[in-house]
Structures are given as structure tokens and as C-alpha cells.
């Protein structure tokens, strides 16, 4: 279904170009097979579950101008906060009004970014690594993609035609568990958000 808008439990999907104009995408739900359990402190046992409310976002590149920044971003109250990340994708996470959600979107230059990063270290140990003043995006390819500053979604730009869509996955679920623990819910839809 081609939509410039999906509600959601906590905000409006909506795609933007740099304009702020409307930008149709595609949403359908998609329930990826994979089970979680939250531990039930009543029952004292895990309960396994499935998300019902899984989707995948799909924007056709062909119906994009290369260069130019797309915004893709969860309007609302609710704040978000950085979900989990795995090789070549990232979410965020929010819980709002008895729903946990999580945007997950791909990242096909993760790797390269890997690369370019500048390490840090404190006391003369390596602890991790930061971005570099601006990455050498000669070495990218498809689209480049940015988290929101305040988590709220993702900001992309098209590079090349390689990809017939960008994806990203959008998942909640509502705490019908009174006792369950709330990280279980985050590392459930994060689980399925992630690409």
C-alpha cells in the first residue's frame, strides 16, 4: 500500500524530502518467523511471543532524485532513544502510552564506516571509536544513511541505482504482560526492527 503517511501507537511515519515535501512510500506487513520470550514474573516462567505488528517500509529509488536528503522520520511526543544495531543495520526504540516500538533501518556502508573511524583512547587504551570529521563518501555506495539526531528516524540520501528500494522495518508491540520486565519488549521489537 503507497501511503505518505502510517500511524502508529506512538507517532506518524511520515517520508519528507529536503523541501519538506510529502514522499509516498510502500508499507506491508511482513512478519519475519523469529520467536521471543519475556519472562512472565507471575507465571515465573519465559512466554514466547510474535509480533503481529511488523512492517517493512520500502521507497522506490526510482522515484528519487540522487543527492538530495530524505527524511524519514516517527512524528509525535514520544522520545526515542538509540534501540541496537547489528553489522549493516541500526534502530532505535521508544516506549510510549503501553506500546514499545523500534524503526530499524539498513545501512549498506557500515562497514566503510568501520574503516574511516577514528579510534579513542583514554589513558593511552583504546575504548572505541567516533566518526571522523566527515567520511570519505567516494568509498560509499547506494545511499547514505544518518540516525536522527534525537532517534526519531533517519535521514538517507540516494547515491546510485544498485538497489531497487531502500527498506526499513517498523515493529510494536503492546505490554499486555503487567509484570514483564520493559527491556524485554525493547529487545524484542529491536530484534525484529533491525534488518
Known sequence: ??????????????????????????????ILPYRAEIWDDIAQRNVPFTAQDQYTVSIDTAALTPGMVYTLRLCGAAHFTYGDSDEYAVANVTTCGGYTLSLGAADPNDAE?????????????RIGLKPPAQYDESKFSRYVLIPLPDWSGYQFRLLDRTEKEIRFRLVWLHHDLPYADPAAYESAVTLWSII
Open 1 to 30: 500500500m503507497a501511503v505518505t503517511e502510517f500511524e502508529t501507537p506512538c507517532g506518524v511515519l511520515r517520508l519528507t524530502d529536503s523541501a519538506g515535501h510529502p514522499v509516498p512510500f510502500c508499507i506491508r506487513q511482513e
Open 113 to 125: 564506516k568501520d574503516r574511516q573511524a577514528v579510534p579513542v583512547i583514554q589513558g593511552g587504551v
